[in-house]
């Protein structure tokens, strides 16, 4: 529910504390400029770090946080201080963004949705002059489209810089969250009707999981709300005033995005009283069911207790129409009292 | 509940998704000027852009946003930008106020009333000095009453340039959720007196709906006061003062609607009070009518089922006077019973 | 619920949308300096404005909105905007204060208790330099004492100017707030003792009503501590120190208002809990009735039922001392169960 | 629950209404400067005010505001503003710090706890440059430990200026809300004791009266919060910058109780929750007691009836070892049912 | 629930209100530089002030609260004012950062969990050009790490002045939140699960106790948070731009403990939801057992009770099959009863 990477309590800060899998880091790189692509596979930082010129955008692209050697070799090349490391490594940190010496590190947090649950992974770009190096947690992310639209050499991205790239990697996870969003809203639609089909504790359960979901995307999506903005006002010297338009673009999809969650939350509160009041319902559809037989059969059972009684001086026993008599006062109790529920409409569906 | 024609996750930015419908967009345009008014249907954007002139204003109102041929056309000639283009073409956009080069883009959403439902539809409008372009979703709008204006030629309109064209535009935006607050004032007061009079999982289900239009709607007009705000507080050249002192009455409405959908949506919060006291009250009322049968007849068929039994040596059997006794005993015990009950107020109504 | 007067939607701005009523305005002047006062019943616009002078302060006060060609001869000669005239004549406006040309506008809700209910009225005020115009909806209003006090001709009041008197009329709006909240304070604690007292649905129906009042009391009141704060704050010319002076006092008091407002809110929430343990206690009660009658005749019903069977070979039946053994024995099974009801704290007080 | 004695409605700023009782205030001066103290009860406002010199502070208490005569005469030797007056007189005001021409008034609001019940006093504070004018509503306070720092004679209190003296007695005012929280935060501990061992409606009624009171003190602390914050940033001449430095601290404790207050409001609200879910537990309690009974018995009860029927014909009647056999089918069906309702938990304790 | 260890109310500011135990406080001093470190166990303050020197950074550790003649003493040595001292001496205070003439002083509180209960503890820190004092309440702490980190004279400790332990400390309190949070989550998981599987009030307490710590941290780190961005923003002399540098990040720390916390609060109350409709739930299930055991044996008893009376002429009871087709008839009762309940959906397991 709530797990952080984080050093014992006290540590140096820079402390680091690297994944359990001693997993190699993959290293991709792409390294473009209008006119020319090349996709390359390195082994080490310092393949990555002798790719870079002045002429050429290339972005380093590492999966996997498990191995402390390569990450601060990294650190090393690209100038990346301790602190910065830091939350590159000890996941998750709160979406920030942050200038460090000669680059920009923005933290953004993806979220994809695996089996119907969410996943969140961190991603950290670090963006330089002509480099954009980003951090993942684990292979398999959302950047496809954006490999897709530098392989196809349109007539912006190759042009646009390294801060052009970094707006397109933030917007690829931001837009990552619509999907994630329909699929909850499909959910609560479904559920609200399964609920009031048939109210289980095991949906209300799920409504329980759906909050608790809502809420981690929120955590994940307001920082990063934040992040865009504070790109978008503070002068970093990194970030072009074509970017910052682009990234106004950006920034009205989170805060949509955040809009939608309050909603949903709101729904999930509205589904939760519809719980509650359909087992209200249920639970007095039970009452009238008892209630019916009980008031229907109590009293002339007691009729036939009387009659069952041995007193020798009884006289109605003797009378030979004592017996259909009886039955018919029955069936005329009976039926009073049907009428008398029919009346009170507990005799309809569950709806009364 | 929740849906956004977006593209797929990480395309390039100004990448259009269009509607289903290959249906042609159809082309309205107004040209006046004081004395002088003009409406003609158009083919093509260059038909609507060739009718521009310095000394009119050109109302160009497109209907459908289906036909990218078209869209791309009055991109070109319009000088909009890729990413205005994507907020007029990839609906719902967060309603939003923003420059673009030579004109001033206003992103409102209309709502109507459609078979007791809302229907949001977005309306794009370019502001131009002598042009105002309005993107809509689908034919059907609220502003006949504005092209009623602009036809009588009253005092002002024709005189007041492109800007008041676009208040006049926003405030029937604005001015069109008044009715549809109405209708749900009216829904939530017949609900009460429903849920008072009978509460059945189908009236909670209606407040639930009713709370959810509620919460489409907040999100409706409250980014649009902040349109509105914005437009009379930055300065945007093509916004004259004259209009500004008229969006400021605009801006009055959209916050007294605000008003109402907060007030509205704490009403449909006492509803589900109401439903939930009435539903434990309808089952208090249950129980009593159980627990005065039960309590008034299991005593005295207790009496019954005694003397029913078979011991040789029961005295009172014998006696003649036992059996008109005893159910004078059971009358006795009857009348108590009722008369406690009377005092606990369990006979009276279901008020009790 | 929710009713605005307000024209068909797009319409002109400025349009107005009178009063159903043909009913004549009556149109009230005080005229007064120190040592002088007239109170003349005037015709219409012409005759008040007519008495104009620069020695004295007018105060103009026009009941009833149904007669438009009165209106706009106010309008005309006391130069009043059509958007002003759209913000008196269409009711209710939000309160707010605005300058137009040379006078300045308060819109005030003044409210009335008139048979329980609260009935709100909108008061607009024109401040000018040597006169105070108020438009009020109906006769009758909470301005008798602002008028003793300048028939009175205390040290202060004739000598103020015209802005002293609109402070006058502003403090008796707010003022008169104050026996509504003792009002609905009183009903508050009212029925905070019948809910303890006899939860009834009637009861909680009220409590509904009362917040719904609340509600709207409190949409009267925010508004208005922002139109005192603006007058106070802001540069008006027409509004002088002195009076600034007076209104922090008034602030206050609309403050204070909506203290008493939140916490009258929160006191509502409270009681709906109350109302909703009550019934819980009120069905538990019913309950405990139902289970210790069962619980006390079932066992010992059996027994008489084992004995009434007609086996052939029952030996107890042929004991003489059958019959009052098993009396003995089901008083004694009715007394412990009494006993362990008792331990159990059921057979007390409702309070159990 | 809410009162406030306010002139009639529009009336004219400045009307006082005077307590009910003809109670002669009275009046208790403190005259000290190192060295030297006086401590004098007055006869009326001149003695007080000839008491004043440049060399001394005076501390000029009244207590009781019944008598108008002896106000008025304050008012005039001391300075004190129309409106100013009105503060004083007509309670209870909004706590706020207004500078009156050459004095500074201060409105606080004292609480005291009086038989488990708190009872709050306005206390307003005029500070002049040489004196110190307190008006409080009835006799009794929270300042003795003040008076007696002041006959201490200690290293700072008498050399310290009459804004020391301000900020001892708002500080006495601020202290005094601490046992007061003590007092409550022991009430909700055993409150919510009480309400496990067993919920009754009169503790929830306690825990409403709590919640009231909560909010009465919130809406004391609150206010006085700002008013110590003003005396700090705003500047005023008459309040010494080593003044400030202790009104820090105070403010630092009006923090903490409101801190304090709203964790006692949402503990309160949870305390309504561990009671519903009480009542829940014991109506659940109360039912199973009534199944397993019914449930035990009723089968039995109907074998028994239907060896009671008199058909002729029925051939287990005949056999001699029917009743012992019947008997011994009871027993097994009672086991078996006992075990099942043992096997679901509902015969543990009502935990289950 | 709420203690304060407070003076008597209107007291002398700089009152000191001294622990219970008249234990010694324990003074630990560290004193290094690059290259050099000596850990001293003082007797008393002067032996502590005598260590200082420009060259060296002095921490000077002081467990315990309990001595007033030492606390003086430091407060003479090291120039804490009377305000300051009665800030670490009368905890709890709200966390703070003030600036008292030498020196700052950071008001902090340290959260332990033991015994699974939080234990909070101030820890108030003097920072001095060369020395950092520090005061706890207690023995025991959470700085082994950071004293761990001095003996360890890596390349960044002992080189970054006294403003970096101090940093140092202040991230040791705030990442000491981090287990503790961790705890909570587990904590809740686990609760759910139980509710969900067997609610019971005292399930219910633990929760209404989580609730209780939680909002004691936030009260904790509500202030902390505002502390550290104090030391950022705020131009205080003793803080260093490297410091602010790593200040930033436990800002960031605080933030996201915050987040965790608000998170918690939220699943606490969908906790009480899930409690709640349990309760429900297994309520459904007890009156659905009643219900089907008397809806089935209520008719037949009734039957059998029929067959029981004692009428002269029934001439099913002659009737040789009249016993084996009323046992039939019973049978068919039963079997449509069941088949019935079946249908409902009642016979399955409790999630119906």
Request: glycine share 6%.
């Amino acid at each position: 529910m709530f797990k952080k990477r984080h050093p014992p309590v006290g540590s140096m800060p820079g402390t680091l504390v690297f994944g359990d899998a001693a997993q190699r880091p993959a290293i991709r790189v792409m390294k473009y400029k209008p006119g020319m692509l090349q996709e390359i596979d390195c082994e080490n930082a310092a393949d990555a770090h002798a790719l870079l010129d002045d002429e050429t955008i290339c972005w380093i692209d590492v999966h996997g946080l498990g191995d402390e050697k390569t990450l601060r070799e990294f650190a090393e090349l690209f100038k990346i201080t301790p602190l910065a490391l830091e939350a590159v490594v000890n996941v998750p940190q709160r979406p920030k963004v942050e200038t460090h010496d000669s680059n920009l590190l923005c933290i953004t947090r993806m979220m994809k949705l695996t089996d119907d649950r969410i996943e969140p992974e961190q991603v950290s770009i670090f963006l330089g002059s002509n480099y954009v190096l980003t951090f993942q947690e684990r292979p398999g992310d959302v950047f496809e489209p954006v490999r897709e639209r530098i392989r196809m050499d349109g007539p912006i991205f190759r042009r646009s810089g390294s801060s052009y790239l970094t707006y397109a990697i933030i917007d690829a996870v931001i837009d990552a969250y619509y999907p994630i969003l329909e699929h909850y809203g499909y959910l609560l639609e479904t559920l609200e009707d399964a609920i009031v089909e048939k109210p289980r504790p095991a949906l209300l359960h799920e409504v329980h999981g759906i909050k608790r979901d809502l809420l981690a995307i929120r955590r994940g999506i307001w920082p990063q709300r934040e992040l865009i903005n504070s790109m978008i006002r503070d002068e970093f010297a990194l970030v072009t005033e074509h970017t910052k338009l682009h990234l106004r673009d950006c920034y009205d999809h989170a805060v949509q995005i955040m809009d939608a969650i309050e909603t949903f939350r709101e729904l999930c509160g509205g589904l939760m009283d519809v719980y509650l009041s359909s087992i209200g319902n249920r639970q007095n559809e039970v009452m009238k069911v008892l209630t019916i037989m009980a008031s229907i059969f109590i009293p002339i059972t007691f009729l036939a207790g009387i009659y069952g009684m041995n007193f020798e001086k009884m006289p109605e026993l003797k009378n030979p129409y004592g017996y259909p008599t009886l039955l018919a006062i029955m069936a005329a109790l009976v039926s009073s009292m049907l009428w008398w529920f029919y009346s009170k409409g507990w005799l309809g569906n569950r709806d009364n």
